[in-house]
């Protein structure tokens, strides 16, 4: 996989160099700044020998406010001096899983972005009154815009980019690869840690073809002299994993510790109609995609499965498993021997609404991670879901970060309007997820405190319209992760707001 996004003869060091000079840059700014004050993280420690700790990011995305690389560097490393650092084991493996899309921000940085800041910032004056998706929609046409160059040089080498919503995301594969990869990458090795985080973006290869450093860079940035281009005229939906230490080292900086990658499969409606292309579904090349990841010193076997993919249990035939991951994803991890659920998200809806499928999303999400512990069929010892908070235009992205164990017994918890089984409101197949369950160790809380439904969704509503006083909560929840399981250890620790 990393030989396919790199492409062979083009990783020369002289390159990297170049290339890694804004983003240095950058970084030593984000040190220097002060980090806003967090709150309370959520830490459910087992210090056993050999087990993984493993940091879960409910990350605030503030695309208004990335008007530079310096500034998305500086958000990242504040995530993790803040709400990581303090918290590090000693002695073993520290894995800190980013949400699904924590890229996304990236896209806003930089001269070719100024007119979408603007109107994240400000509003759209001709989307007033109107709902999802106008202001979505004004906010890629102001990229398309911005990116014009770049699409202008793209288009002729993949025509078909012309007739996607979301060929912005292919135009800005530098800014992806050197800001968003190279910044991940650097927090690995800076702070000794495992990192994983996920976005969307094309394949690419590291080129120092006049024409394309000319089209393709940012416009801060004329003293680059080769660029990371896209290879495919598509994005996908990627996770990303980093390691300590680089292993590659005739790799530039993004790619020198990269140590797996999982591209999405199946796709949301959402991703579809921008035209994102999904991951291999059949053959060996799902099941490679889909393949665990040992973290050394540890019985971990990391299974990625991004949002969609962790609901997706379909009916299994007898040594099947992996034959179409697209019906029977999780059972493929789990004939794998995947055993931790990387479950990263990026939940566009309001928490407090509807999904397309039930009418409490609390309820219908405990069929993703809440499942994957509880589930006979599979055998997942732990789930990691993080999740994105925070207004992209008029889309709300919101949720409850949690990690899970299977098996545990004591107090329960759960996610907000789940107290009960509402008759009426909420389909029968849900019945069983209703109620405090064991099976959390550590929860992110949601703006407020639980209560009746009706006045969570109003909270809901103002949240995703920017009113009312609310405000997402940026946090992070911690737990151990030995094996065997622990079964009668602490848990349902909820973090502070």
């Not at 056993?48 to 605030?60: G, M, N």
Request: hydrophobic share 45%.
């Amino acid at each position: 996989m990393r030989a396919a996004l790199v492409g062979a003869g083009l990783l020369l060091c002289g390159l990297a160099v170049a290339l890694a000079a804004t983003t240095g840059a950058a970084k030593t700014t984000a040190r220097a700044a002060a980090c806003p004050h967090p709150g309370r993280p959520a830490l459910a420690a087992d210090s056993k020998p050999h087990a993984l700790r493993v940091f879960a990011i409910q990350f605030l995305q503030q695309p208004a406010l990335m008007a530079t690389a310096a500034d998305y560097a500086r958000a990242i490393d504040c995530a993790i001096r803040t709400e990581v650092v303090p918290y590090l084991a000693h002695g073993r493996p520290n894995l800190v899983v980013f949400d699904e899309d924590v890229g996304l921000e990236t896209l806003a940085i930089g001269p070719r972005a100024a007119a979408a800041r603007a109107l994240l910032t400000h509003g759209v004056p001709a989307c007033a009154g109107k709902l999802f998706p106008c202001a979505t929609l004004a906010t890629l046409t102001a990229l398309d815009g911005g990116y014009g160059r770049a699409l202008t040089y793209l288009d002729k080498r993949f025509p078909s980019l012309s007739g996607q919503l979301g060929r912005a995301f292919v135009a800005a594969t530098d800014t992806f690869a050197r800001v968003f990869m190279g910044t991940m990458a650097s927090e690995a090795e800076r702070y000794r840690i495992y990192v994983v985080a996920s976005n969307t973006q094309a394949p690419f290869a590291l080129t120092r073809n006049p024409a394309a450093v000319q089209a393709l860079r940012d416009p801060a940035t004329p003293g680059v002299k080769a660029i990371y281009a896209p290879t495919a005229g598509v994005a996908y939906d990627q996770t990303f994993l980093w390691g300590p230490q680089a292993i590659h080292r005739q790799d530039p900086p993004p790619l020198a510790n990269l140590l797996a990658v999982n591209r999405k499969v199946p796709l949301t409606s959402f991703e579809q109609a921008l035209g994102f292309a999904p991951g291999p579904s059949t053959g060996p090349a799902a099941t490679a995609n889909l393949r665990p990841f040992t973290i050394p010193g540890t019985k971990a076997k990391l299974g990625f499965a991004t949002s969609l993919p962790a609901f997706e249990y379909g009916t299994v035939t007898p040594g099947r498993a992996c034959a179409d991951v697209a019906r029977t994803y999780m059972h493929c991890l789990d004939h794998l021997g995947a055993n931790v659920l990387i479950q990263a998200d990026a939940n566009d809806g309001q928490w407090t609404g509807a999904d397309g499928n039930e009418q409490w999303q609390p309820l219908s999400w405990m069929a993703s991670a809440y499942r994957a512990v509880s589930d006979p069929s599979v055998h997942f010892d732990y789930a990691v879901n993080p999740m994105l908070v925070g207004n992209l235009a008029d889309t709300p992205f919101d949720g409850q970060s949690a990690i899970l164990e299977r098996g545990r017994r004591g107090a329960g918890c759960h996610y907000i309007g789940d107290t009960s089984f509402v008759p009426g409101q909420d389909q029968s197949m849900y019945k069983s997820y209703a109620g405090s369950k064991p099976q959390f160790l550590a929860l992110a809380p949601w703006v407020v405190p639980d209560g009746p439904r009706p006045a969570l969704r109003k909270v809901g509503d103002d949240l995703a319209a920017g009113s009312g006083g609310y405000h997402y909560v940026q946090t992070a929840v911690i737990a151990d992760l030995p094996f065997p399981v622990d079964r009668t250890r602490p848990g349902c620790v909820v973090a502070g707001r």
